[in-house]
């Protein structure tokens, strides 16, 4: 069996030379070709990992666009079970590290030491548990870790400073900073206070600072890049997937090349 990929290991990598890009697609959605397809050409477009969300039935942190591609997913069979066998099935489909973005719910009914398995078996990057801080069920969290999944957990713009170190220490594979309070694909302005978060997060860990939530253009991209160490982009590239497949994938691609030549700009005046 191939080692698991690293998905620390790529977002150093890029680092050194400037901002990481982390796409998120919904798995399965609009169906499992196209979703593959666009791994395959957000990795040639430069991306350095794909966040991978497994469909949820109560999506709660997730706007009405990725809420709309889940329960397309769910209706179309998406589960873990089939997430796992198609990544362990055919890996050259998945050419970046994948990190598997969840509710805790998928995984606690699946069976946490049967998911890390069969992670291990997929070649499954990362974890990251967005309705599960690292507080509550450690023992969760300590067999995720065990088991060689690196974990993403998310900071927000009202986390407390005092809690700060606390987060920072269960990440290993990056900090997730959220931008903006409410849902996930909104616009609007991001918080005040992202700078102040960074520097706090930054005195606790050298791990990766990636911004996601409402970052919908390549100008978004390059605000963002200067001061965190990437970008994650996700209801924008769920929006352009419903659209017919090939008019998808060749908007998707132009969009994706625009992020990406935004963030070297923004790695090259950062440098």
Known sequence: MSSRPSVRAALDLRRRGGKAFVPFLTAGYPDWETCE?????????????IELGVPFSDPLADG?????????????????????????????????PIVLMSYANPIVTF?????????EQARVAGVLLSDLPPEEL?????????????????????????????????????????????????????????????????????????????????????????????????????EILSQPVESALTELERFARGVRAALDTSGQATS
């Open 37 to 49: 397809r666009a791994i395959t050409l957000l990795a040639a477009c430069g991306a350095d990992a």
């Open 64 to 96: 009405p666009t990725i809420q709309a591609s889940s329960q397309r997913a769910l209706e179309a069979g998406v589960s873990l079970e089939q997430i796992l066998s198609r990544m362990e099935s055919a890996p050259e489909r998945y050419p970046l």
């Open 111 to 119: 069976g946490v030491t049967r998911f890390c398995a069969r992670a």
């Open 138 to 238: 450690p023992e969760l969290w300590r067999e995720v870790r065990e088991s060689g999944l690196e974990t993403a957990v998310l900071v927000a713009p009202t986390t407390a400073s005092a809690r700060i170190p606390s987060l920072a220490a269960a990440a290993t594979g990056y900090l997730y900073l959220i931008t903006r309070t409410g849902v996930t694909g909104q616009g609007g302005e991001f918080a005040s206070n992202l700078v102040t978060q960074v520097s706090l997060i930054r005195r606790s860990t050298d791990a990766p600072i990636i911004a996601g939530f409402g970052i919908r253009t390549p100008e978004d991209a390059a605000r963002l890049g200067a001061e965190m160490d990437g970008v994650i982009v996700g209801a924008r590239i769920i």
